[in-house]
Nanobody
Framework: QVQLVESGGGLVQAGGSLKLSCAAS????????MGWFRQAPGKEREFVGR????????YYADSVKGRFTISRDTANKTVYLQMNSLKLEDTAVYYC???????????????WGQGTQVTVSS
């Protein structure tokens, strides 16, 4: 069983930055990609971006492209989400998840973290 733990969330002013971390542990960590999703109150969970575990190839949702960057540290089984130029609409609980495929669909992700709250204020 893979465990994922997100950290780094918090309160930030619009235009500011935050860096989230997602540390994986346990089980046999054989994943193709790590994804980041977010869910705002009253809204469905939304794909943010993903990174291929071996090659580090990234893909982003249009809403965050150019502002968010995903990276990974394979030795420490950690994925990062650097968020710059944050907007009010980025406020959400952010989750990381593992997938054996290259997909934006949340139902194709197998293991999920507990989430970390990001709140952007004006």
């Amino acid at each position: 069983q893979v465990q994922l733990v997100e950290s780094g969330g918090g309160l930030v002013q619009a235009g500011g930055s935050l860096k989230l971390s997602c540390a994986a542990s346990g089980g046999t960590f054989s994943t193709y990609a790590m994804g980041w999703f977010r869910q705002a109150p009253g809204k469905e969970r939304e794909f943010v971006g993903r990174i291929s575990w071996s090659g580090g190839i990234t893909y982003y949702a249009d809403s965050v492209k150019g502002r968010f960057t995903i990276s990974r540290d394979t030795a420490n089984k950690t994925v990062y989400l650097q968020m710059n130029s944050l907007k009010l609409e980025d406020t959400a609980v952010y989750y990381c998840a593992t997938s054996t495929g290259w997909t934006t669909r949340s139902d194709r992700y197998d293991y999920w973290g507990q989430g970390t709250q990001v709140t952007v204020s004006s």
